[in-house]
Nanobody, 124 residues
């Protein structure tokens, strides 16, 4: 298992940018694929982006493709989500997740470890 702590959320105007960070501790983080999900009240947690343990494979939800970028620094045990051209519909609590093994996945139920979430609010 790994323990995950997100940071970097906040309030931003539409068109702005934020960078979320997810700091991991516990087992060797480079052994884990990682992902970002988001959730708004009353809706299911939805996939945003995922990255393999090496960083060589990345996948995005269609809604964020071309605007968001996921990357990682295994030396720092950290995964990042760079969010550009933010829109009000991006407002949500963003969660970092990890799964043991190299293969990234869009499936929420395949992740075993989750952070506590960080709020992102985009004003129009």
């Amino acid at each position: 298992q790994v323990q995950l702590v997100e940071s970097g959320g906040g309030l931003v105007q539409a068109g702005g940018s934020l960078r979320l960070s997810c700091a991991a501790s516990g087992r060797t983080f480079s052994s884990f694929a990682a992902g970002w999900f988001r959730q708004v009240p009353g809706k299911e947690r939805e996939f945003v982006a995922t990255i393999s343990w090496s960083g060589g494979s990345r996948y995005y939800a269609d809604s964020v493709k071309g605007r968001f970028a996921i990357f990682r620094d295994n030396a720092k045990n950290t995964v990042y989500l760079q969010m550009n051209s933010l829109q009000p519909e991006d407002t949500a609590v963003y969660y970092c997740a990890a799964k043991f093994g190299s293969t990234p996945t869009t499936r929420r139920d395949e992740y075993t470890d989750w952070g506590q979430g960080t709020q992102v609010t985009v004003s129009s």
